[in-house]
């Protein structure tokens, strides 16, 4: 018997309440030791962090693939956890501190460390609490985290192999460093901002009289950095420019420190650029480090002229003067730092060449700079100025272990869908640089390397171990840096089953199935789960990568706090229910296109979630319950045979969709049977003769629809199909998928399609030309086929209650005012005397035509100007095509509707 439901569809009720019940249950992950194993690791979300847009699509797509194999009889398994997030997490603690006067450096690394565990303990389940609200059915009895010790142990392992195979080296080079945080961060943690600046000009004297051809005696150079300057250690000219032929190899003189610095050739200096000399400060530009390089300069010997907080320091050669030291590289909160000292001096000692500039009036203006729009590299996280800055750091060879990730999506092992990305890839990774894995904080993995007195390093699992290696009574002191948060990460699809033990999981569910991913962590996170993954295991940890895009606010613009744009996914819920919002984000999401969020579809699927919950409650209420088989009831009557031919036909349709990673095209199969199908026809055609074998067809049509709707709407289909009969022990969450056991039924098909097709052909046309829906005509169908006339005589009641057409004669119409209507091959004359004011009819659709023929020729005409499309807001433009589609599509529907009337 089925449980009368309320008239009201409530998401709220029902979701909070069949959450808890499918957690409480084990059924995320019931017990299915001998079937096919389908895996999904997801891209673990930081401590910190809580549930943002971009996450809610991510697991949107996951839930539906894991739902979907589990219904398929899969035992499918979500891993899930969480990242430990060093710098994130580091930093909410630390200010944390800061709010009750305190600080890091009061405590022990062990007690701060202690209390950042704390911290995670009581405010660190944020998102994990809000996956649930969305409806993510996963492992939760083992919830991960990249701090857990089977993890770290695995991290330790994996760094101290390296280290041994050659793949993790200590080396002097320049990192990305960020004075706030006071860590290296790497070039993917780096965003480019456009700022505005300055660039400066700059004289350098040529000692011992030396000049150049044109007989200057000094060598002209260019900076936006000019506090960089007192660490120069070289200038450098092209090879081939002539100008400096004659003075490769001789010195200048630094203004400011006085020091005495090689001129050298470097194919780096551009003879077209400004004066084709250019500064080199080989420790503190990553262009000027190679450069420095080739010109003979150690990383040992290279000039170090910043601290960690980016103020000015002594440098090796003692040239810096006392004035500079201790000021910040560049004016900070009101006060001038190096960068306005060095500026000030060169002027007054006449070594600043000025910027000579015009005023709006044509009048000539001497400036100390040339105004520039730089892009300048920030820190994603400190958000301050990057410094290239010379340190020792522990990288790893990404080169080697690029080779066999490389080699698996060339040779198809791994497919990365959409294939468009292949490309990017390729290029990131056959360009790949040293991986800096060490970071300098307290909260992390810490890097298992032990010194002895003269600094070197011995790398084991333990301090054990790595005495054994120094030798009895050596004094070691352990590395304090942490490793690179990524570097955790790239574990994850092994780690979190066991790995480096080989436990039943890691033999059952390694690989894992599939990926999915936004693209912008492809190279964060994907290709370094492929390198690790190939280093530990010999395997890939998955056979097939999916990248979504990102979800854009409604006008196109990237969300950002700062534009105010941003869409709080847990609002979204509670105004329209988790499965609108995952609805919306499986049916917008299209291979390789962003999505614009847009309230109003979201709207429209919580619609489409009501019409659901009322188509089942007519059938509540015709006696309609659930059915008692996988497989379709026997039917005679055409229209169950058709709905079930439908049924087939929408799960071979979803079936090949989700086996290709088509959320929208899977979204809106099933939308569209739903909707169209089963509520619009179906329930309609029914209507009157619903004996028990309609009950048995439509009951089970309706649980074919729970099944294939469950991954993208999870919890109105639980409850309606609980509410649809009693089978406690048989939750829909883990049904079996759709099996028919039967063919589409030709006949029914076509019988049913025909009717159909008329039906809609008649009210089209009603609706054109301004005929009342529910006025019933009288039909002419002069040469019928065998179709059209088994169709008519065995649903002339249909016929009449959905397409008000009563009666239809097989013969020729009478003369007069009429209108023509198709189904299939057969033609319809509808006589339209008495009915509507033909002539008024036809003199309004001819003013309709001829306006919005009219509008639709102007918008082509400003569509095609060129200077429109490129100038005009990127919104304005798509408001025109929007426009001149829906013009173009009037006319069309306009033309049609004069064509019927003769």
Request: proline share 5%.
């Given at each position: 018997?089925?449980?009368?439901?309320?008239?009201?569809?409530?998401?709220?009720?029902?979701?909070?309440?069949?959450?808890?019940?499918?957690?409480?249950?084990?059924?995320?992950?019931p017990?299915?030791?001998?079937?096919?194993?389908?895996?999904?690791?997801?891209?673990?979300?930081?401590v910190t962090?809580?549930?943002?847009?971009?996450?809610?699509?991510?697991?949107?797509l996951?839930?539906?693939?894991?739902?979907?194999?589990?219904?398929?009889g899969?035992?499918?398994?979500?891993?899930?956890?969480?990242?430990?997030?060093?710098?994130?997490?580091?930093?909410?603690?630390?200010?944390?501190?800061?709010?009750?006067?305190d600080?890091?450096?009061?405590?022990?690394?062990?007690?701060?460390?202690a209390k950042?565990?704390?911290?995670?303990?009581?405010?660190g389940?944020?998102?994990?609490?809000?996956?649930?609200?969305?409806?993510?059915?996963?492992?939760?009895?083992?919830?991960?985290?990249?701090m857990?010790?089977?993890f770290?142990?695995?991290?330790?392992k994996?760094?101290?192999?390296?280290?041994?195979?050659?793949?993790i080296?200590?080396?002097?080079?320049?990192v990305?460093?960020?004075?706030?945080?006071?860590?290296?961060?790497?070039?993917?943690?780096?965003?480019?901002?456009?700022?505005?600046?300055?660039?400066?000009?700059?004289?350098?004297p040529?000692?011992?009289?030396?000049?150049?051809?044109?007989?200057?005696?000094?060598?002209?150079?260019?900076?936006?950095?000019?506090?960089?300057?007192?660490?120069?250690?070289?200038?450098?000219?092209?090879?081939?420019d002539?100008?400096?032929?004659?003075?490769?190899?001789?010195?200048?003189?630094l203004?400011?420190?006085?020091?005495?610095?090689?001129?050298?050739?470097?194919?780096?200096?551009?003879?077209?650029?400004g004066?084709?000399?250019?500064?080199?400060?080989?420790?503190?530009?990553?262009?000027?480090?190679?450069?420095g390089?080739?010109?003979?300069?150690?990383?040992?010997?290279?000039?170090?002229?910043?601290?960690?907080?980016a103020?000015?320091?002594?440098?090796?050669?003692?040239?810096?003067?006392e004035?500079?030291?201790?000021?910040?590289?560049?004016?900070?909160?009101?006060?001038?730092?190096?960068?306005?000292?060095?500026?000030?001096?060169?002027?007054?000692?006449?070594?600043?060449?000025?910027?000579?500039?015009?005023?709006?009036?044509?009048?000539?203006?001497?400036?100390?700079?040339?105004?520039?729009?730089?892009?300048?590299?920030?820190?994603?996280?400190?958000?301050?100025?990057?410094?290239?800055?010379?340190?020792?750091?522990?990288y790893?060879?990404?080169?080697?272990?690029?080779?066999?990730?490389?080699?698996?999506?060339?040779?198809?092992?791994?497919?990365?869908?959409?294939?468009?990305?292949?490309k990017?890839?390729?290029?990131?990774?056959?360009?790949?640089?040293?991986?800096?894995?060490?970071?300098?904080?307290?909260?992390?993995h810490?890097i298992?390397?032990?010194?002895?007195?003269?600094?070197?390093?011995?790398?084991?699992?333990?301090e054990?171990?790595?005495?054994?290696q120094?030798?009895?009574?050596?004094?070691?002191?352990?590395?304090d840096?942490?490793?690179?948060?990524?570097?955790s990460?790239?574990?994850?699809?092994?780690?979190?089953?066991?790995?480096?033990?080989?436990?039943?999981?890691?033999?059952?569910?390694?690989?894992?199935?599939?990926?999915?991913?936004?693209?912008?962590?492809l190279?964060?996170?994907?290709?370094?789960?492929?390198?690790?993954?190939?280093?530990?295991?010999?395997?890939?940890?998955?056979?097939?990568?999916y990248?979504?895009?990102?979800?854009?606010a409604a006008d196109?613009a990237?969300?950002?706090?700062?534009?105010g744009?941003?869409?709080?996914?847990?609002?979204?819920i509670?105004?329209?229910?988790?499965?609108?919002?995952?609805?919306?984000?499986?049916?917008?999401e299209?291979?390789?296109?962003?999505?614009?969020?847009?309230?109003?579809?979201?709207?429209?699927?919580?619609n489409?979630?009501?019409?659901?919950?009322?188509?089942?409650?007519?059938?509540?209420?015709?006696?309609?319950?659930?059915?008692?088989?996988?497989?379709?009831?026997?039917?005679?009557?055409?229209?169950?045979?058709?709905?079930?031919?439908?049924?087939?036909?929408?799960?071979?349709?979803?079936?090949?969709?989700?086996?290709e990673?088509?959320?929208?095209?899977?979204?809106?199969?099933?939308?569209?049977?739903?909707?169209?199908?089963f509520?619009?026809?179906?329930?309609?055609?029914?209507k009157?003769?619903?004996?028990?074998?309609?009950?048995?067809?439509?009951?089970?049509?309706?649980?074919?629809?729970?099944?294939?709707?469950h991954?993208?709407?999870?919890?109105?289909?639980?409850?309606?199909?609980?509410?649809?009969?009693?089978?406690?022990?048989?939750?829909?969450?883990?049904?079996?998928?759709?099996d028919?056991?039967?063919?589409?039924d030709?006949?029914?098909?076509?019988?049913?399609?025909?009717?159909?097709?008329?039906?809609?052909?008649?009210?089209t046309?009603?609706?054109?030309?301004?005929?009342?829906?529910g006025?019933?005509?009288e039909a002419?169908?002069?040469?019928?086929?065998?179709?059209?006339?088994?169709?008519?005589?065995?649903?002339?009641?249909?016929?009449?209650?959905?397409?008000?057409?009563?009666?239809?004669?097989?013969?020729?119409?009478?003369?007069?005012?009429?209108?023509?209507?198709?189904?299939?091959?057969?033609?319809?004359?509808?006589?339209?005397?008495?009915?509507?004011?033909i002539?008024?009819?036809k003199?309004?659709?001819?003013k309709?035509?001829?306006?919005?023929?009219k509008?639709a020729?102007?918008?082509?005409?400003?569509?095609?100007?060129?200077?429109?499309?490129?100038?005009?807001?990127?919104?304005?433009?798509?408001?025109?095509?929007?426009?001149?589609?829906?013009?173009?599509?009037?006319?069309?529907?306009?033309?049609?509707?004069?064509?019927?009337?003769?």
């Amino acid at each position: 018997m089925s449980t009368e439901l309320p008239k009201t569809f409530d998401p709220a009720e029902i979701e909070a309440r069949w959450y808890t019940h499918w957690e409480n249950e084990g059924l995320f992950r019931p017990e299915r030791p001998d079937a096919e194993p389908y895996t999904i690791v997801n891209p673990p979300p930081n401590v910190t962090g809580s549930l943002h847009i971009g996450h809610a699509l991510d697991n949107t797509l996951q839930d539906i693939m894991i739902r979907y194999e589990r219904l398929r009889g899969k035992d499918a398994l979500w891993v899930v956890g969480t990242d430990h997030a060093g710098i994130a997490t580091q930093m909410v603690v630390e200010r944390q501190l800061e709010a009750k006067q305190d600080k890091r450096t009061n405590y022990s690394r062990e007690d701060f460390v202690a209390k950042v565990w704390e911290w995670k303990e009581e405010s660190g389940g944020t998102i994990t609490r809000q996956l649930r609200r969305l409806g993510c059915s996963m492992d939760w009895s083992r919830e991960q985290f990249t701090m857990d010790e089977h993890f770290s142990n695995a991290v330790l392992k994996t760094f101290v192999d390296l280290y041994n195979d050659g793949l993790i080296y200590r080396d002097k080079r320049l990192v990305n460093w960020d004075p706030k945080l006071k860590t290296a961060i790497s070039d993917l943690e780096v965003e480019t901002q456009d700022v505005k600046g300055s660039f400066w000009h700059f004289r350098y004297p040529l000692e011992d009289g030396v000049t150049l051809a044109d007989g200057r005696d000094h060598i002209e150079v260019a900076t936006t950095r000019p506090e960089t300057m007192l660490a120069d250690m070289a200038v450098a000219v092209h090879p081939d420019d002539k100008r400096y032929k004659s003075v490769v190899g001789k010195h200048v003189v630094l203004p400011i420190t006085g020091r005495r610095v090689p001129i050298v050739a470097d194919e780096h200096a551009d003879p077209e650029l400004g004066s084709g000399a250019v500064k080199i400060t080989p420790g503190h530009d990553f262009n000027d480090f190679e450069v420095g390089k080739r010109a003979g300069f150690k990383p040992a010997e290279m000039l170090n002229m910043l601290d960690a907080e980016a103020n000015v320091c002594q440098t090796a050669d003692g040239l810096v003067p006392e004035e500079f030291l201790g000021l910040h590289r560049f004016k900070r909160d009101g006060v001038d730092g190096a960068r306005e000292l060095v500026v000030q001096r060169l002027k007054e000692s006449g070594h600043l060449i000025p910027h000579i500039a015009k005023t709006k009036k044509g009048e000539e203006q001497e400036l100390d700079a040339e105004p520039r729009t730089i892009a300048t590299p920030f820190g994603d996280r400190g958000g301050v100025v990057i410094e290239p800055w010379l340190t020792d750091q522990w990288y790893v060879d990404a080169e080697t272990l690029a080779k066999k990730p490389i080699e698996a999506v060339k040779n198809g092992d791994v497919e990365i869908v959409p294939k468009a990305w292949e490309k990017t890839f390729f290029n990131w990774m056959e360009n790949i640089q040293p991986w800096c894995v060490s970071r300098q904080l307290w909260w992390g993995h810490r890097i298992p390397a032990w010194y002895d007195g003269d600094g070197k390093a011995y790398v084991a699992l333990s301090e054990a171990e790595a005495q054994a290696q120094a030798g009895e009574g050596v004094a070691l002191t352990r590395d304090d840096d942490v490793l690179d948060t990524w570097f955790s990460s790239a574990l994850w699809p092994s780690a979190t089953l066991g790995w480096p033990e080989q436990t039943d999981l890691v033999a059952k569910h390694y690989p894992n199935d599939l990926l999915i991913s936004g693209f912008d962590i492809l190279f964060f996170w994907d290709a370094r789960m492929l390198m690790m993954g190939q280093y530990n295991t010999g395997k890939n940890p998955w056979p097939k990568l999916y990248l979504h895009g990102l979800v854009r606010a409604a006008d196109g613009a990237k969300m950002s706090k700062s534009k105010g744009n941003v869409v709080d996914p847990l609002g979204l819920i509670d105004q329209y229910g988790a499965d609108a919002l995952r609805f919306f984000m499986a049916a917008m999401e299209s291979q390789g296109r962003d999505i614009k969020m847009d309230d109003k579809r979201i709207e429209g699927y919580r619609n489409f979630a009501t019409k659901l919950w009322n188509a089942t409650r007519f059938c509540q209420s015709n006696g309609i319950g659930a059915s008692t088989s996988i497989a379709a009831p026997a039917a005679s009557h055409a229209v169950n045979r058709w709905i079930i031919g439908e049924v087939i036909e929408t799960k071979e349709a979803l079936d090949a969709a989700l086996a290709e990673l088509r959320f929208d095209a899977a979204a809106n199969t099933i939308y569209h049977f739903v909707w169209d199908r089963f509520c619009d026809w179906y329930l309609e055609l029914i209507k009157g003769q619903i004996d028990d074998e309609t009950k048995a067809v439509a009951g089970w049509t309706l649980d074919q629809i729970f099944v294939m709707l469950h991954p993208f709407m999870p919890f109105i289909t639980e409850e309606l199909w609980s509410k649809q009969g009693e089978r406690a022990n048989h939750p829909l969450i883990t049904a079996s998928w759709v099996d028919p056991q039967a063919e589409v039924d030709p006949a029914a098909k076509a019988e049913i399609d025909w009717l159909i097709a008329l039906t809609g052909a008649v009210r089209t046309a009603k609706n054109e030309l301004g005929i009342a829906p529910g006025a019933k005509l009288e039909a002419f169908c002069p040469a019928p086929g065998e179709l059209a006339k088994s169709v008519v005589e065995a649903n002339a009641a249909a016929i009449e209650r959905l397409a008000r057409l009563t009666p239809i004669h097989f013969a020729e119409a009478p003369d007069g005012a009429a209108m023509q209507v198709a189904a299939g091959e057969d033609a319809f004359v509808i006589p339209l005397e008495g009915i509507i004011d033909i002539a008024a009819e036809k003199a309004r659709l001819e003013k309709a035509l001829e306006a919005s023929a009219k509008e639709a020729k102007s918008l082509e005409g400003r569509l095609s100007n060129a200077n429109f499309v490129e100038r005009a807001k990127p919104e304005a433009v798509e408001k025109a095509r929007a426009d001149q589609a829906h013009h173009t599509a009037e006319v069309a529907r306009l033309e049609a509707a004069l064509a019927r009337l003769g």
